[in-house]
Nanobody, 115 residues
Framework: QVQLQESGPGLVKPSKTLSLTCTVS??????????WSWIRQPPGKGLEWMGA???????YYNPSLKSRTSISRDTSKNQLTLQLTAVTPEDTAVYYC???????WGQGTQVTVSS
């Protein structure tokens, strides 16, 4: 059973960089044809796909966030990392990691951007 767990600070100050980690267990992030996404849901709004990293390390980004988003991985730890720079209160959301085509989702982690 593949499980995903997001971790990181729950509070980030405006203009700083948000960094989150997703630890995957029960399966390898390099398994052929799997991709791993970061998705967020601001309060009262729908899900927003932020970007993904594929099994081969190739990355894909939402054009609206591309200039501020970086997704990477540590294959030795089976972890994914999200960095979002220059955050504003509009980046307040629940952040999820997921391999949604496979039905694998983390429980999500609340991030609030506030001074």
């Amino acid at each position: 059973q593949v499980q995903l767990q997001e971790s990181g600070p729950g509070l980030v100050k405006p203009s700083k960089t948000l960094s989150l980690t997703c630890t995957v267990s029960g399966g390898s992030i390099t398994t052929n044809y799997y991709s791993w996404s970061w998705i967020r849901q601001p309060p009262g709004k729908g899900l927003e796909w932020m970007g993904a990293i594929a099994y081969n390390g190739k990355t894909y980004y939402n054009p609206s966030l591309k200039s501020r988003t970086s997704i990477s991985r540590d294959t030795s730890k089976n972890q994914l990392t999200l960095q979002l720079t220059a955050v504003t209160p509009e980046d307040t959301a629940v952040y999820y990691c997921a391999s949604y085509s496979r039905g694998y989702w983390g429980q999500g982690t609340q991030v609030t951007v506030s001074s």
